[in-house]
């Protein structure tokens, strides 16, 4: 979490004209995502006389638009601005609307493919890319058939095929228009039988349909599209015949190639799991102290300040930690504690050092209850470093300064060496909020650039530690999914299997984090699935919807949220993922890490939650360091 408006007002400065208010123009406006305006500000005194005095510029939330000494605001995403001119510590404010680009192309796109048969429909739809590659939604489009005796097409974007041949369909949006081709066979199929399911789902678990289809003389027919759909609002199937359902009941599903069809019935009940979550301790900072990272190892636990210190617990009992120690470093916030694999060593982050040398802090950790500290890097990420990857004698850094990654060598702990640096394009916004790594693998937690993995050594894309490739990206609009005054972007990255979960922050873009008013959040969980990791797609999602998401941890099929203003969230994630996990009833428990005493009095704000030696390590940015456990029932 960045830090984007600590201290906005500053102390009043009196003069022979006290200023009164500040007056920006224009005071509203709307502009598109790539333009400029310049705004200006004049200052007034009580009886409204001109102040002629400079202002200073801010604007905020800061991947939204930025804005220079003169006033020059620049658009960078879609979302709302707030511009503020700061005269004598007086600020005036302004309002501003960031459009996306209009699209420069349309692209129509369609899950079921491109294929059927006579008979048959398929489902279309469009969208836009603008002149930078970013996708829009196109609100409405004509759609039509330029061959209407082969395929026609409905408003919707709806297809049926008519007779076997190529049909060009034609979608168009203004003065824009795409094209498509849709091939239509002749129709073997004339039977079609979906395997009954002879067993009870449960809300969220993912069954794999199976339609057995056969031409005139019973032999079984291959390659040919099948068209799935179900009855009812609580449950879906893909056009795969992965069904899942949200909601208990009984749903009839229905498999189909052309006018053929069948159907089968599938009984679905409550989910009900029987596990609960429950606290066990909590360990609360000195008052005006706020929490950062958690990191366990063995019988000790880590946990990193809004501030200069890292405390050390012993939880040899986990219901009664112990502080043994602290180590204590030059920083307004120390965001990320890590160790190596074998505990030995850990690494700190550093931001909002006062000599404003920041970066990264190596200790020695072979006492776990007595860190010490070895040396520092600073020489390129002095900027500040927002998370950092311990993988084998490498740290992977993210440079606050540039938003690039930086890959340092630890071999020789008193003399680490920066050995490489990568990043995205900048687009005026580049952020590299979190990294992991793991099997040769770097997954990055690109902000508005979404997830970006790289071969740092795994070999499938060439890469290397010194000169990294990317395997893949995943992008999505993160500005339609948050309120427009929120700030938002990828911020966590957790792979797992053949899934890779990715949480977005989302925070109110005017906020202080050092203030003590309550913060309210939002995050989104997407579940990405990495069966094919050159192509990922998003399968399923935890929308929590009242309160936020910051970082995740995966283990034994059980996902551990710092959910922020949520507490902790502990979800089942076992089996296939699709749709809303939320509604499937996968969430095991909570704990409400939220306390009258607290930075901001009964606000949680889970930062991390790590699962440990059958317990959850937890920080919390109000409250401090807490101790939760997954509870089973007592089988007699």
Same mark, same amino acid.
């Given at each position: 979490?960045?830090?984007?408006?600590?201290?906005?007002?500053?102390?009043?400065?009196?003069?022979?004209?006290?200023?009164?208010?500040?007056?920006?123009?224009?005071?509203?406006?709307?502009?598109?995502?790539?333009?400029?305006?310049?705004?200006?500000?004049?200052?007034?005194?009580?009886?409204?006389?001109?102040?002629?005095?400079?202002?200073?510029?801010?604007?905020?939330?800061?991947?939204?638009?930025?804005?220079?000494?003169?006033?020059?605001?620049?658009?960078?995403?879609?979302? *709302?601005?707030?511009?503020?001119?700061?005269?004598?510590?007086?600020?005036?404010?302004?309002?501003?609307?960031?459009?996306?680009?209009?699209?420069?192309?349309? &692209?129509?796109?369609?899950?079921?493919?491109?294929?059927?048969?006579?008979?048959?429909? /398929?489902?279309?739809?469009?969208?836009?890319?603008?002149?930078?590659?970013?996708?829009?939604?196109?609100?409405?489009?004509?759609?039509?058939?330029?061959?209407?005796?082969?395929?026609?097409?409905?408003?919707?974007?709806? &297809?049926?095929?008519?007779?076997?041949?190529?049909?060009?369909?034609?979608?168009?949006?203004?003065?824009?228009?795409?094209?498509?081709?849709?091939? &239509?066979?002749?129709?073997?199929?004339?039977?079609?039988?979906?395997? =009954?399911?002879?067993?009870?789902?449960? !809300?969220?678990?993912?069954?794999?349909?199976?339609?057995?289809?056969?031409?005139?003389?019973?032999?079984?027919?291959?390659?040919?599209?099948?068209?799935?759909?179900?009855?009812?609002?609580?449950?879906?199937?893909?056009?795969?015949?992965?069904?899942?359902?949200?909601?208990?009941?009984?749903?009839?599903?229905?498999?189909?190639?052309?006018?053929?069809?069948?159907?089968?019935?599938?009984?679905?009940?409550?989910?009900?799991? =029987?596990?609960?979550?429950?606290?066990?301790?909590?360990?609360?900072?000195?008052?005006?102290?706020?929490?950062?990272?958690?990191?366990? @190892?063995?019988?000790?636990?880590?946990?990193?300040?809004?501030?200069?210190?890292?405390?050390? @617990?012993?939880?040899?009992?986990?219901?009664?930690?112990?502080?043994?120690?602290? /180590? &204590?470093?030059?920083?307004?916030?120390?965001?990320?504690?890590?160790?190596?694999?074998?505990?030995?060593?850990?690494?700190?982050?550093?931001?909002?050092?006062?000599?404003?040398?920041?970066?990264?802090?190596?200790?020695?950790?072979?006492?776990?209850?007595?860190?010490?500290?070895?040396?520092?890097? !600073?020489?390129?990420?002095?900027?500040?470093?927002?998370?950092? @990857?311990?993988?084998?004698?490498?740290?992977?850094?993210?440079?606050?300064?540039?938003?690039?990654?930086?890959?340092?060598?630890?071999?020789?702990?008193?003399?680490?060496?920066?050995?490489?640096?990568?990043? !995205?394009?900048?687009?005026?916004?580049?952020? /590299?909020?979190?990294?992991?790594?793991? $099997?040769?693998?770097?997954?990055?937690?690109?902000?508005? $650039?979404?997830?970006?993995?790289?071969?740092?050594?795994?070999?499938?894309?060439?890469? !290397?530690?010194?000169?990294?490739?990317?395997?893949?990206?995943?992008?999505?609009?993160?500005?339609?999914?948050?309120?427009?005054?929120?700030?938002?972007?990828?911020?966590?990255?957790?792979?797992?299997?053949?899934?890779?979960?990715?949480?977005?922050?989302?925070?109110?873009?005017? @906020? $202080?984090?050092?203030?003590?008013?309550?913060?309210?959040?939002?995050?989104?969980?997407?579940?990405? $699935?990495?069966?094919?990791?050159?192509?990922?797609?998003?399968?399923?999602?935890?929308?929590?919807?009242?309160?936020?998401?910051?970082?995740?941890?995966?283990?034994?099929?059980? /996902?551990?949220?710092?959910?922020?203003?949520?507490?902790?969230?502990?979800?089942?994630?076992?089996?296939?993922?699709?749709?809303?996990?939320? *509604?499937?009833?996968?969430?095991?428990?909570?704990?409400?890490?939220?306390?009258?005493?607290?930075?901001? =009095?009964?606000?949680?704000?889970?930062?991390?939650?790590?699962?440990?030696?059958?317990?959850?390590?937890?920080?919390?940015?109000?409250?401090?360091?807490?101790?939760?456990?997954?509870?089973?029932?007592?089988?007699?």
């Amino acid at each position: 979490m960045r830090h984007l408006l600590a201290a906005l007002v500053l102390p009043l400065t009196l003069s022979a004209q006290t200023i009164a208010r500040v007056e920006v123009t224009p005071a509203e406006t709307t502009m598109v995502v790539g333009s400029s305006i310049r705004l200006s500000a004049v200052a007034r005194d009580d009886k409204g006389a001109t102040v002629a005095q400079a202002p200073m510029w801010a604007a905020t939330p800061f991947d939204i638009a930025r804005i220079d000494s003169t006033g020059t605001l620049t658009a960078i995403h879609p979302g *709302e601005v707030q511009v503020f001119a700061i005269v004598g510590g007086r600020p005036g404010r302004a309002s501003v609307r960031v459009e996306q680009r209009p699209p420069s192309r349309l &692209v129509i796109e369609g899950a079921e493919g491109r294929a059927t048969v006579a008979g048959g429909t /398929l489902q279309l739809a469009v969208g836009g890319l603008t002149s930078t590659n970013d996708a829009v939604q196109v609100s409405s489009a004509r759609w039509r058939s330029r061959t209407p005796a082969i395929a026609d097409v409905s408003p919707t974007g709806l &297809v049926t095929a008519k007779a076997p041949g190529r049909a060009i369909i034609v979608a168009e949006s203004g003065a824009l228009s795409a094209t498509t081709e849709i091939i &239509v066979r002749a129709n073997p199929v004339r039977s079609v039988r979906v395997e =009954p399911v002879t067993r009870p789902a449960r !809300t969220g678990d993912v069954i794999k349909l199976l339609a057995v289809t056969r031409d005139a003389r019973g032999t079984a027919v291959t390659g040919v599209p099948v068209r799935w759909s179900v009855s009812g609002a609580g449950a879906q199937v893909d056009h795969e015949g992965y069904f899942v359902a949200e909601d208990p009941g009984v749903y009839t599903v229905t498999a189909s190639v052309g006018s053929v069809g069948s159907a089968t019935s599938v009984q679905v009940v409550p989910r009900n799991d =029987p596990r609960r979550v429950t606290s066990v301790a909590h360990a609360a900072f000195p008052s005006g102290t706020m929490g950062a990272e958690v990191w366990p @190892f063995g019988d000790v636990v880590y946990v990193s300040t809004i501030s200069t210190h890292v405390y050390v @617990f012993d939880i040899t009992d986990p219901t009664a930690p112990k502080l043994t120690d602290s /180590l &204590v470093v030059d920083a307004r916030v120390i965001n990320d504690v890590s160790l190596t694999e074998d505990g030995k060593l850990g690494v700190l982050t550093r931001e909002g050092a006062s000599s404003r040398r920041n970066g990264l802090v190596f200790f020695d950790a072979t006492d776990p209850r007595h860190p010490k500290i070895i040396s520092e890097f !600073t020489e390129t990420v002095t900027g500040g470093v927002h998370s950092a @990857f311990i993988w084998k004698r490498y740290v992977f850094a993210t440079d606050d300064a540039t938003g690039s990654l930086r890959i340092i060598d630890f071999s020789d702990v008193k003399a680490p060496k920066q050995i490489t640096r990568w990043e !995205t394009p900048d687009r005026g916004s580049r952020l /590299l909020h979190d990294v992991y790594v793991r $099997d040769g693998l770097a997954y990055l937690a690109y902000w508005r $650039d979404g997830l970006v993995i790289l071969d740092v050594g795994n070999g499938m894309a060439g890469g !290397t530690i010194t000169a990294p490739t990317v395997v893949s990206r995943f992008t999505y609009d993160h500005a339609s999914l948050y309120p427009p005054d929120f700030v938002a972007g990828t911020h966590a990255v957790f792979p797992a299997g053949k899934y890779i979960f990715i949480a977005d922050e989302s925070l109110y873009g005017a @906020f $202080d984090l050092f203030s003590r008013e309550r913060l309210p959040t939002r995050g989104i969980v997407h579940v990405l $699935d990495a069966s094919d990791i050159r192509n990922l797609r998003k399968v399923a999602q935890y929308d929590p919807v009242e309160f936020g998401a910051h970082n995740l941890w995966v283990e034994d099929d059980v /996902l551990y949220i710092g959910a922020y203003d949520g507490g902790v969230r502990v979800l089942d994630v076992s089996g296939d993922l699709r749709g809303e996990l939320r *509604e499937q009833g996968r969430v095991i428990g909570s704990v409400y890490t939220g306390a009258l005493d607290g930075y901001r =009095p009964n606000q949680a704000l889970a930062w991390s939650a790590i699962p440990h030696k059958g317990h959850i390590m937890v920080s919390d940015i109000n409250t401090g360091f807490w101790v939760a456990k997954v509870v089973a029932p007592q089988v007699p």
